[in-house]
T-cell receptor, first 111, second 115 residues
Framework: SQQGEEDPQALSIQEGENATMNCSYKTSINNLQWYRQNSGRGLVHLILIRSNEREKHSGRLRVTLDTSKKSSSLLITASRAADTASYFCATVAAAGNKLTFGGGTRVLVKP | GAVVSQHPSWVICKSGTSVKIECRSLDFQATTMFWYRQFPKQSLMLMATSNEGSKATYEQGVEKDKFLINHASLTLSTLTVTSAHPEDSSFYIC???????????FGSGTRLTVV
């Protein structure tokens, strides 16, 4: 089963612009993670934010977490054509170790 | 860093045959591995949790007899799709977690086409 929804489902931007995508989830979590998937390939872990954290940065990535709203956002700043991929949020429940994915956002960065 | 190797990367098989997909953790031990299924332009759906030395835990709606999982060692889990049918055609991905890392490491996936 999927944990929740991602918004938007697809995003098309110009190189240099910022890309923002949102993720909502349903249950209490231990942490929330963001992954990138290039077409037909495996997933690459981008960043993890724990339930007691509100914001985290990694390079051009900024993740926020609002546990009261059960939502998270991923911001990619100064996007590049190489950022074109699908981005998924995934949660690990407060109890357990299963990683459950949201619906994903397909990002197209045009050169 | 942690690497998960998944083989084969693609396979075409005839209806009614069985296909085995391997997932190996190359530089770490994984007592738990996860198997996902992904349809085109969709998200990953967790199929089952593979536990070393014990039975796999299947998600609701996943047929245990259809998707056989074996986790015989700390570095290898296998998924066998038995009596495959065209509707089993999909992208299957495994993952595991190395405890020193924050995230989960994924294999490169196996694209199964049943004809």
């Amino acid at each position: 089963s999927q944990q929740g929804e991602e918004d938007p489902q697809a995003l098309s931007i110009q190189e240099g612009e910022n890309a923002t995508m949102n993720c909502s989830y349903k249950t209490s979590i231990n942490n929330l993670q963001w992954y990138r998937q290039n077409s037909g390939r495996g997933l690459v872990h981008l960043i993890l934010i724990r339930s007691n954290e509100r914001e985290k940065h990694s390079g051009r990535l900024r993740v926020t977490l609002d546990t009261s709203k059960k939502s998270s956002s991923l911001l990619i700043t100064a996007s590049r054509a190489a950022d074109t991929a699908s981005y998924f949020c995934a949660t690990v429940a407060a109890a357990g170790n299963k990683l459950t994915f949201g619906g994903g956002t397909r990002v197209l960065v045009k050169p | 860093g942690a690497v998960v190797s998944q083989h084969p990367s693609w396979v075409i098989c005839k209806s009614g045959t069985s296909v085995k997909i391997e997932c190996r953790s190359l530089d770490f031990q994984a007592t738990t591995m996860f198997w996902y299924r992904q349809f085109p332009k969709q998200s990953l759906m967790l199929m089952a949790t593979s536990n070393e030395g014990s039975k796999a835990t299947y998600e609701q709606g996943v047929e245990k007899d259809k998707f056989l999982i074996n986790h015989a060692s700390l570095t290898l889990s296998t998924l066998t799709v038995t009596s495959a049918h065209p509707e089993d055609s999909s992208f299957y991905i495994c993952s595991a977690r190395a405890w020193e890392l924050d995230g989960y490491t994924f294999g490169s996936g196996t694209r199964l086409t049943v004809v």
